[in-house]
């Protein structure tokens, strides 16, 4: 019985049993000896028993009462927000439901809370991409009519190419920052569908063969053909394309970029490894930090968006990103997946 498995009650329960033998026994003897207390002793036998009935019958309802209540907690952690405690009666125990159901409003009136600021967060940012875009697209086209008017002036020519670099970094800020508050506010919806991850993989290193070739710099991209992986294929590429540029971006000629992909028994990896500068000890722990910049890093273009927004991608997708790295020697991005436990739910605001 479950109303046994506390231990409290278990121990009233034997004591009752105990002092109802004792009342017994003290019947049995009286008898014996006084034929006249036939009656008396018959009683309290009587006594003890309903006594301990009525006692089971108390504790069995209490038992039934908790095991309600308990469910009902485990329904609103399961995702129902409106499952409440029933509490109309009177006493200690229904107080008590009277608290916990006041704590889950509470909880509800927070989360709607945090759900409202996120999304005015997401709407913010996105209004102001959105007036962005605008007057970045003016420039873009002033500083290209500029580059092709100073042609003949070398010094102003390599401010209209300096200038083209800086709006090239709003507008990567723009865009990561809006998808970041998009992430945020939960308001991204996943399509996730069975891809290839060689061609996934093959796509993204077509993008950057040219930026390798300029750079002096070695590219591969090598792995199983037959591997498939459960994702939104626009969303996953974003992640491991940030992952790439940041290898480039931490290289120098002659340095090799390698993107590899394999599967186990039980999971799939993709790694990002390059042979450039390596990350410092002190900032491994802070490199999916947004906006973090590192006090050793000769990198002066990055904006610190790229690694948080291809780490929550991936944890979106039941991912796992790790990071290893050797001063001087080098950087390594591990993704890992396990097909049979990735669930397949979209994210929808």
């Not at 109802?20 to 006084?34: D, G, I, M, N, R």
């Not at 390798?212 to 626009?234: P, W």
């Amino acid at each position: 019985m479950k109303i046994l498995a506390d231990k409290r009650i278990r121990m009233v329960i034997y004591k009752i049993i105990a002092a109802t033998l004792v009342f017994c026994l003290l019947s049995l003897c009286l008898t014996a000896f006084v034929p006249k207390a036939e009656a008396v002793c018959i009683l309290f036998a009587g006594l003890g028993i309903v006594i301990l009935a009525i006692c089971c019958r108390y504790f069995r309802e209490q038992n039934r009462i908790m095991e309600e209540a308990s469910s009902v907690i485990t329904e609103y952690l399961s995702g129902n927000l409106k499952a409440r405690i029933p509490c109309e009666e009177e006493g200690e125990l229904y107080r008590l439901f009277h608290e916990v159901n006041s704590l889950a409003a509470v909880l509800n009136a927070k989360m709607e809370k945090e759900r409202s600021s996120r999304e005015f967060l997401k709407n913010t940012i996105s209004d102001i991409s959105h007036q962005l875009k605008t007057p970045l697209a003016a420039l873009n086209i002033y500083n290209g009519l500029l580059q092709g008017e100073t042609e003949n002036l070398p010094e102003l020519n390599e401010f209209a190419v300096l200038s083209e670099k800086e709006l090239e970094r709003i507008e990567t800020l723009v865009q990561n920052l809006l998808k970041i508050a998009k992430l945020d506010a939960g308001s991204v919806v996943f399509e996730k569908k069975r891809e290839n991850l060689a061609d996934l993989m093959k796509e993204i290193e077509l993008r950057f063969v040219y930026r390798a070739k300029v750079e002096g710099k070695t590219l591969t991209a090598e792995g199983e053909e037959n591997i498939f992986l459960d994702c939104d294929r626009s969303w996953m590429t974003e992640a491991v394309e940030n992952l790439v540029k940041n290898a480039f971006d931490h290289t120098k000629e002659g340095d090799t970029v390698e993107i590899r992909w394999k599967q186990s028994a039980s999971m799939i990896r993709v790694t990002i490894k390059d042979s450039g500068t390596g990350i410092h000890p002190e900032d491994l722990h802070h490199i999916f930090k947004r906006f973090y910049r590192s006090r050793f890093s000769q990198d002066k273009q990055g904006i610190g968006l790229g690694l948080p927004l291809a780490k929550m991608i991936v944890e979106a997708h039941g991912g796992v990103i790790e990071v290893s790295s050797t001063l001087g020697k080098g950087t390594e991005f591990i993704l890992t997946f396990c097909p049979q436990t990735q669930d397949s739910y979209k994210i929808v605001g």
